[in-house]
């Protein structure tokens, strides 16, 4: 029997999510396969509440300001606590390891699984959309930090360069989203292999859109927003708010009166019952998801990689409001843009006027749509997750 250990990061739900879609993969179509988790945080909630095995590492996160936000100050000060978990992890993993004997290890986005096994001699995988740390923009401003962060990403990317392959769960240039995280970093840059995105692929069928429609009473004839917020729980809330404050705002807006608004808080273990509210429904955590996606027209956002992975799928124009100072969000909502398939609400000042404003400009203008669904046909032609089982599957 071949075993998988798999080892997303802990932080958020997207690696994760991911994590368990190869699982999924690899269990349904062999029976001869045994797969084993090991993660932290809201990642192993996530990874047991899906019915997996999941063995606890000691976290190792970044900190968040109370207003949402990547806290620069705090996160700085927390290096130390970092170095000795990542120690603590490498441990933990080696010792997990050696009692498991898997065949292979997939890491997402983690590197003590690909040190344990170096150490151990068992071939790693890593999945990958972020190679190098970015700065904040304000901190880019100095040439000293620019380079800097040139080092520790060179640095980075000779740690990720243990690993046997990399794969980054992206479309290749000049299309890729994650482009600010994964170029012009020459240690890893001959490994790397651009798999496509590994967002669940749509599925849905419109008898199953039309059931979630008619239980929501939903007006297909109206534009419906869906405001579908993930990340770190501290990051979740402070959105949140402004989100339903700008719906109030869109509301009384004369050109955005028909707006039908979904909210989903994306708290694991929430309640998967809709709450009807002022300017729509609320989730705490939807179990429809797949069927909102295809009735919206418009998807509010954080910058995250898988989050914008699923709507690109979908064929859906974004609003992004990636979390402040966080470099790899800024710089996936940048692209975004870029591909003129969405609009970068920045989070500096957010108001909730702003979020209302951009909403309309995307829906006003139908180029965002028409981009959208250009990068939804390149998505068609890679099948991300199929592609990361078939390279597990090559070391069972």
């Keep these: 029997m071949g075993k998988a250990y798999l ?3 802990g932080v958020g739900l997207g690696h994760a999510s991911r994590m368990v879609m190869v699982a999924d993969h690899l269990q349904q179509h062999s029976s001869d396969v045994q797969v084993r988790f090991s993660s932290f945080g809201e990642a192993a909630k996530y990874v047991s509440m899906r019915g997996y095995q999941c063995v606890i590492a000691p976290p190792v ?4 300001s109370v207003e949402g936000g990547f806290s620069v100050k705090h996160s700085i000060a927390n290096i130390p606590i970092w170095f000795t978990n990542l ?3 490498v441990n933990h993993e080696t010792r997990n390891m050696t009692m498991y004997s898997p065949d292979v290890i997939l890491s997402d986005s983690r590197l003590s699984p690909l040190l344990a096994a170096k150490l151990l001699g068992i071939p790693s995988i890593v999945l990958l959309n972020q190679v190098k740390l970015l700065l904040s923009p304000r901190l880019r401003e100095f040439r000293i930090s620019r380079l ?12 990720w360069n243990i690993a046997d392959r990399i794969l980054v769960p992206d479309l290749p240039p000049p299309y890729t989203i994650a482009a600010h995280n994964v170029w012009c970093v020459g240690s890893a840059a001959r490994k790397l292999e651009y798999i496509g995105f590994t967002a669940p692929k749509p599925v849905v069928t419109e008898e199953r859109v039309a059931k979630v429609a008619s239980r929501l009473d939903i007006d ?4 419906v927003v869906f405001v579908h917020v993930s990340g770190p729980m501290e990051t979740r809330m ?4 402004l989100a339903l404050e700008a719906a109030k705002h869109a509301d009384n807006d004369n050109n955005s009166k028909d707006l039908q608004f979904i909210f989903s808080e994306g708290r694991p273990h929430g309640s998967t019952e809709p709450k009807k509210i002022e300017h729509g429904w609320y989730y705490e955590w939807c179990p429809v998801r797949d069927e909102v996606f295809a009735l919206s027209d418009l998807v509010v956002m954080r910058g995250g990689h898988t989050a914008l992975s699923q709507a690109m799928q979908f064929g859906k124009p974004v609003v992004t409001i990636p979390i402040e100072n966080h470099g790899e969000q800024l710089g996936n909502s940048e692209k975004i843009a870029k591909l003129g398939a969405g609009v970068m609400v920045h989070p500096k000042k957010l108001k909730p006027e702003k979020i209302a404003d951009a909403v309309e400009q995307v829906l006003s203008d139908p180029a965002y749509r028409k981009n959208a669904l250009g990068l ?6 890679l099948d991300g997750i199929n592609n990361v089982v078939k390279v597990v599957r090559s070391y069972l």
């Excluded at 297909?220 to 534009?223: A, E, L």
């Design 87 to 89: 120690a603590r992890q």
């Design 220 to 223: 297909r004839s109206r534009p």
């Design 61 to 64: 996160e970044f900190a968040w």
């Design 148 to 159: 800097f962060e040139a080092m520790v990403g060179e640095f980075l990317g000779s740690m």
């Design 376 to 381: 939804k046909k390149m998505t068609e032609s």
């Design 7 to 9: 080892a997303p990061y």
């Design 238 to 241: 402070p959105l949140i708010r």
